[in-house]
């Protein structure tokens, strides 16, 4: 067990509709990521929070994705007018005893048709 | 060129072999080192983190880091078919004060009975 959990396991959506995944870490932990994955690749960075500020967010974070963490417990990553691009694994991880050290929720898989 | 590079595999072994994955890197400011272990369709799970350069060892698990030739290491000894998943190396920069990871794009092990 991570200590991260995230809804929905599994989203298909249609091209253009807007999809919302959360991650609920066990226990508040300080700092938390997101992370996309496709096929056959590692994941990469989109953004992370300390608390409930948004520190940094990857050039991959166009302005159609928006990620939210009210009091620095759960967060919440929104993707409106989805494109089949935006086919991955979204991963939500967060940091451990060594702030270096980053573990990672079970992920969603968006599926955009 | 991708800052981490890491041979996508497969990498097929018989039980009980010693399994050695690789990652090359290139930035230099690299200092935290990690692997993580996935399974298909799964979260990554974190199985060895190196500060530095150095050698760590954790049961069957032993990382290697050689910073002088941007090199990292795992060696999985006695394999075992349960250890057939996806390895991906990652590593954050000591001046990032985001600590995100940047990752390898995986190597694919299966361990034949």
């Known amino acids: 067990d991570t200590g991260v959990s995230q809804n929905p396991r599994h989203k298909i959506t249609k091209r253009g509709q807007n999809v919302t995944f959360r991650c609920d870490p066990i226990?508040?932990?300080?700092?938390l990521y997101w992370y996309r994955q496709t096929l056959g690749q590692g994941p990469e960075f989109l953004t992370y929070?300390?608390?409930?500020?948004?520190?940094?967010k990857s050039r991959l974070l166009s302005d159609r994705f928006s990620a939210e963490r009210p009091k620095g417990s759960f967060s919440t990553l929104e993707i409106q007018r989805t494109e089949q691009g935006d086919s991955a694994m979204y991963l939500c991880?967060?940091?451990?005893?060594?702030?270096?050290?980053?573990?990672f929720g079970p992920g969603t898989r968006l599926l955009v048709l | 060129q991708k800052e981490v590079e890491q041979d996508p595999g497969p990498l097929s072994v018989p039980e009980g072999a010693i399994v050695s994955l690789n990652c090359t890197y290139s930035n230099s400011a690299f200092q935290y080192f990690m692997w993580y272990r996935q399974y298909s369709r799964k979260g990554p799970e974190l199985l060895m983190y190196?500060?530095?350069?150095g050698n760590k060892e954790d049961g069957r698990f032993t990382a290697q880091v050689d910073k002088s030739s941007k090199y990292i290491s795992l060696f999985i000894r006695d394999s075992q078919p349960s250890d057939s998943a996806t390895y991906l190396c990652a590593m954050s920069d000591w001046m990032d004060s985001s600590y995100k990871l940047i990752f390898g794009s995986g190597t694919r092990l299966l361990v034949r009975p």
């Open positions: 226990s508040e932990h300080n700092r």
């Open positions: 190196t500060y530095s350069s």
């Open positions: 991880a967060h940091s451990g005893r060594l702030t270096e050290t980053q573990y």
């Open positions: 929070f300390q608390n409930e500020a948004q520190l940094e």
